[in-house]
């Protein structure tokens, strides 16, 4: 059985494989290796998952989703919004709780967890006070980098009190004291060029950007993200944040019409543009 306990066992030995070769793996109630071809219960050949032992559709989901970004050689810069359907993902108050099925809190969770760097805007701290731990599935927690460009953000956010690191991107000369956090001053002028710079220096293979709309839509227009993945729940808001608010075009012929997948996951659909392929 695939379960919340184990999936991200099993997410961290598919990411941490040779890209180029099948996939045996015996997975067993308390522990995953891998084994040669006979023994092996669950199997990736190439993108493709099969296997012997009972995988419910919910997981099954999950690994089709991100065993093609795992098995991927390339560095990804996977923007991820959860949205309505028609395009929100906070009200206008900022309450953004829950656009989505609580089941894709686990995803997301799975997703942290296959990311080395996780970067959020100032906003999301301040509306949301998240963690951004991988809590729910026992995976690895990725390095947290928030983007707090006039150095707003003050100890009692939960960040800066559960003894996990953090690097944070300013552009403010300020003197703050952020209890396990780095904070790495830019200059204003061509900030997000600048920053987008020394997150490349940084070397993570794998980086999400969380949110907020402004962030991801500011690190889309400097051409920084690769995959921008839109998690759609079946609902209308009809007002509040906008998931992207991109530069505008003058005429459609210039709009971004990228190659995509899309999946389902429960209620809700997924969809993955790659915007830099
Ligand atoms: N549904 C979801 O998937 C999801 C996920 C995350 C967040 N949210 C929601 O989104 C809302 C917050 O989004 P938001 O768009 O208002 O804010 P945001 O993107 O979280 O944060 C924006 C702030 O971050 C700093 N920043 C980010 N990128 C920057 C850049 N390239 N250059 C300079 N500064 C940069 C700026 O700080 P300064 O103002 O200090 O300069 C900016 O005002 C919240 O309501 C939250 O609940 C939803």
Not at 91 to 114: A, D, F
Not at 181 to 200: D, G
Not at 245 to 271: M, T
């Amino acid at each position: 059985m695939i379960t919340s306990k184990n999936i991200g066992i099993l997410l961290d030995l598919i990411k941490n494989s040779k890209k180029n070769i099948d996939l045996h793996l015996l997975v067993k109630k308390n522990s995953i290796s891998f084994v040669s071809k006979n023994q092996s219960n669950f199997y990736i050949k190439k993108n493709t998952l099969e296997h012997k032992i009972k995988v419910s559709k919910f997981y099954e989901s999950i690994l089709k989703i991100l065993i093609p970004i795992l098995r991927n050689n390339k560095r990804l810069v996977i923007a991820q919004i959860g949205q309505s359907l028609d395009g929100r993902i906070a009200l206008n108050n900022g309450n953004s709780h829950y656009i989505n099925n609580p089941k894709s809190i686990i995803y997301l969770h799975c997703l942290r967890s296959i990311s080395d760097a996780i970067i959020v805007g100032s906003n999301t701290i301040k509306k949301d006070n998240p963690l951004l731990t991988t809590r729910k599935i026992e995976g690895s927690n990725p390095k947290r980098i928030i983007i707090d460009g006039t150095l707003s953000l003050n100890n009692n956010y939960k960040i800066f009190n559960d003894g996990n690191e953090n690097i944070i991107f300013t552009k403010s000369r300020k003197k703050v004291n952020l209890n396990n956090s780095t904070i790495i001053r830019l200059k204003e002028e061509n900030f997000t060029k600048r920053l987008i710079i020394q997150l490349k220096k940084l070397k993570y293979k794998n980086i999400l950007v969380e949110g907020g709309s402004k962030t991801i839509s500011e690190l889309i227009n400097n051409q920084y993200i690769d995959i921008l993945q839109l998690m759609i729940a079946p609902l209308l808001i009809g007002s509040g944040i906008n998931s992207l608010n991109l530069k505008e075009i003058s005429n459609l012929n210039k709009a971004i019409r990228p190659k995509y997948s899309f999946y389902q996951l429960e209620n809700e659909i997924i969809v993955n543009l790659f915007l830099n392929s």
